[in-house]
């Protein structure tokens, strides 16, 4: 216990005062600066693409102009979420993992199309960028007079020296004229604890950005699904076996199921009396290999963006997947197909939290 004690890290030994004051010296406060003062530009030039190429796209839709306008702002929005994606990755030193955007086993151009409009982190996309001209605005204000009014009280004293006078207003009509660079000197002290309330404001707002950066842009997926070849399924429980007595003896309390492998359900199914029980269901036959892979893990309880992560493609084009299955098995929604995968014997179970 001594010897972890004696080996905490270094901030958390330094003295109260010294990490009260790190942010107003702390480098990655002026980085985090930057990027605030950065925003407003940027937002500004986000803002005018988008009104413009939607004011001109919606008003030729009807032509053959308007609609490769429309949809060519929406890639172009799609690769400038990516690149803000890196930018505040990079300030805030955090993680921040960006939906996939492959298409997989898309041919028409039509489809590809419809995938990119169903998905939904184009639309979360495009409000980030849009919301971010009033974000980089009200930062940029916040930025250029606490900072102006800071770094003035600091450099009183050289301000004094070089131009003779320094006038100061009380918040009445009376203006304090200071003439001397030693009468000055009082100010820096404000300045620098103006300056220190400063730094927290940039540190606060800069961490609210990251966390609205990161609802907007990063995956939906809390865990990324391993291959579903990786474990194999564990035998049923024998007739008439309770299932909760079946999975009683794990230490675990929560059930998930275990993936069969690919090798056992995209073989084709033999005929005769030695079939599969698996395959006895004709919609099963018609699943494709990524089909029944996508089968797989939709009936282990995964969402969209969990399965658009393990496969990196979009989620848009998992949906599509999604859609297929659900037409070639004839059922309604994800709950029959999870329940038809569990009765024909594709999905195993274990007493393993995910």
């Known amino acids: 216990m001594t010897h972890a004690m004696t080996t905490a890290p270094f901030p958390s030994r330094r003295p109260l005062l010294s990490r009260l004051v790190w942010p107003a010296v702390d480098p990655r406060t002026f980085l ?30 009807w032509t ?25 990755r990079f300030v805030s030193g ?16 039509r489809e590809r199309i419809k995938l990119r409009l169903i998905d939904p982190t184009t ?26 009014v800071a770094g003035s009280l600091i450099a009183a004293p050289a301000i004094v020296l070089f131009s003779g006078e320094l006038s100061l207003f009380d918040g009445t009509s009376r203006e304090w004229v200071i003439e001397t660079p030693l009468e000055a000197l009082a100010l820096v002290p404000v300045g620098l604890v103006l300056w220190l309330l400063v730094a927290y404001v940039i540190k606060g707002a800069s961490k609210l950005h990251t966390t609205w950066a990161r609802f907007m842009l990063a995956s939906r997926a809390r865990s990324v699904p391993s291959s579903p070849v ?52 004709a919609g099963l036959r018609d699943l494709t290999p990524r089909e029944r892979e996508v089968l797989l893990f939709l009936a282990s309880g995964y969402s969209n963006a969990e399965i658009a992560e393990a496969f990196v493609v979009s989620e848009g084009t998992v949906k599509t997947h999604v859609k297929r299955v659900l037409s070639k098995l004839e059922v309604r929604d994800r709950t029959q197909a999870a329940i038809l995968a569990y009765q024909h014997g594709l999905v195993g179970v274990q007493a393993q939290a995910r």
Request: a negative charge; glycine letters at 8%; one cysteine or more.
């Open 32 to 61: 985090r600066a930057a990027h605030l003062g950065l925003m407003f530009p940027l937002g500004l030039g986000y803002f005018v693409f988008l009104v413009t190429t939607v004011s001109v796209g919606g008003a030729l839709v």
């Open 64 to 88: 053959f102009v308007g609609p490769p306008i429309l949809l060519a702002t929406v890639f172009i929005c799609r690769w400038l979420a990516d690149v803000e994606a890196l930018l505040v």
């Open 94 to 109: 955090q993680p921040l993992r960006r939906p996939p955007f492959r298409l997989e086993g898309v041919l028409s151009f």
């Open 123 to 148: 639309w979360t996309g495009i409000a980030y960028l849009f919301l971010q001209f009033p974000i980089g605005l009200a930062a940029f204000i916040v930025l250029v007079v606490g900072g102006a």
């Open 230 to 281: 990786s474990d194999p399924p564990q035998p049923p429980p024998s007739p008439g076996t309770p299932m909760d007595e079946a999975v009683v003896s794990e230490p675990e309390s929560r059930v998930a199921p275990v993936l069969a492998p690919v090798e056992t359900i995209t073989a084709a199914p033999e005929m005769g009396a030695a079939a599969d029980v698996r395959w006895s269901y």
